[in-house]
T-cell receptor, first 111, second 114 residues
């Protein structure tokens, strides 16, 4: 089955700096890659996603890149703010509509 | 428009017991997926229901079963509870059977098995 690895597990940045979280996947048939933000006591919330036919997608301060050949995708957050502090999960979806999540990155933005 | 709700928020059971968790979908959504999230881990896909039929299942034993009702609310049932079943159980609703329609997650039910 699919194996999604996520790095780093924890990340601390100064407010205003950029944060990058990286994920790799194993199933070359995976075709959809969402990123979720999970705050304490809440369920994950979709923040951005990308399909396998696209290399990059941007939404204001958040961007995702996908390298299908290398089977890795990354989340980029620019101009970080304290409210960006949360746990971030990457995920991949295979052709059976099953999602596989990474182990999460705890992001702390220091004011 | 109401979001995804789950009940109960917390639950304590003992090994061998059975548990039922409930989920109400976001208004208009006909697909519900269930996930198990162990402490410090990412969610693991249990199964998905689309219009009352199971539409995909992850690597979980048959003692994990589910139902979806005509109003698209859903139940997750776990029989013969084991200590390792202690986790946060999340449901997510979406529109349609294609999973890259956005999933909206509920806040989860925290299950502790003693």
């Amino acid at each position: 089955g699919e194996n999604v690895e996520q790095h780093p597990s924890t990340l601390s940045v100064q407010e205003g700096d950029s944060a990058v979280i990286k994920c790799t996947y194993s199933d070359s048939a995976s075709n959809y890659f969402p990123w979720y933000k999970q705050e304490l006591g809440k369920g994950p919330q979709l923040i951005i996603d990308i399909r396998s036919n696209v290399g990059e997608k941007k939404d204001q301060r958040i961007a995702v890149t996908l390298n299908k050949t290398a089977k890795h995708f990354s989340l980029h957050i620019t101009e970080t703010q304290p409210e960006d502090s949360a746990v971030y999960f990457c995920a991949s979806m295979n052709t059976g509509n099953q999602f596989y999540f990474g182990t999460g990155t705890s992001l702390t933005v220091i004011p | 428009e109401t979001g995804v709700t789950q009940s109960p928020t917390h639950l304590i059971k003992t090994r061998g017991q059975q548990v039922t968790l409930r989920c109400s979908s976001q208004s208009g959504h006909n697909t519900v997926s269930w996930y198990q999230q162990a402490l410090g881990q990412g969610p693991q896909f249990i199964f998905q229901y689309y219009r009352e039929e199971e539409n995909g299942r992850g690597n979980f034993p048959p003692r994990f079963s589910g139902l979806q009702f005509p109003n698209y609310s859903s139940e997750l049932n776990v029989n013969a509870l084991e200590l390792d079943d202690s986790a946060l159980y999340l449901c997510a609703s979406s529109l349609g059977s294609i999973s890259y329609n956005e999933q909206f997650f509920g806040p989860g039910t925290r299950l502790t098995v003693l």
